[in-house]
């Protein structure tokens, strides 16, 4: 059965999850495009449906970049989940350089890690514009201090590499 033809009736907007394995990029786009899909309509995805073959689900981690679709009242977003292994930078790469922002996730209990750089850099290489932060399980993090250092970390990285950094504090988030 032929599927029913695109309308595009909203702006497109290309985005995607970058960041440290582990840090929790495909449960972020599990939860948006759930969030999505119910209040905007729209199909939602779980985690599961996201990282979905068979190695993935085996070894725990997003190996191949996935996309999942979902509207918001003005914009259609289609959402890149990049792996953020080392050894598979080159499918994270293929996926960046479709963005038109990336949301960087990262984990409030580990802060910056080696992936974290690495994507950030590779951001700016692929002529990535715009990177928001998701400041993850800070729900696991009982020091506020260290949240603190965690958020100038991230916001000491992205200057680094040259990405606008707002001065605003970031909500605290747990996917």
């Known amino acids: 059965m032929a599927k029913a033809k695109f309308e595009r009736n909203k702006p ?17 786009t599990a939860a948006i495009a759930t969030i999505c899909a119910k209040t905007y309509g ?36 289609a959402h890149v989940d990049c792996p953020g292994h080392a050894d598979y930078v080159k499918n994270m790469i293929t996926g960046a350089a479709q963005m038109d922002g990336a949301i960087l996730v990262c984990a409030a209990t580990d802060g910056p890690m080696p992936q974290t750089r690495a994507h950030i850099l590779l951001s700016r290489q692929v002529g990535v514009p715009y990177i928001v932060v998701f400041l993850n399980k800070c729900d696991l993090v009982d020091d506020e201090e260290l949240l603190e250092l965690v958020e100038m970390e991230v916001r000491e990285l992205l200057s680094t590499y040259d990405f ?12």
């Open 12 to 28: 497109h907007v290309n985005v995607g999850t970058i960041g440290h394995v582990d840090h929790g990029k495909t449960t972020l």
């Open 42 to 77: 729209g199909e939602a995805k779980d985690y599961s449906q996201i990282d979905s073959a068979p190695e993935e689900k085996a070894r725990g981690i997003t190996i191949n970049t996935s996309h999942v679709e979902y509207d918001s009242p003005i914009r259609h977003y």
């Open 164 to 175: 606008p950094v707002m001065n605003s504090s970031y909500p605290w988030f747990s996917a």
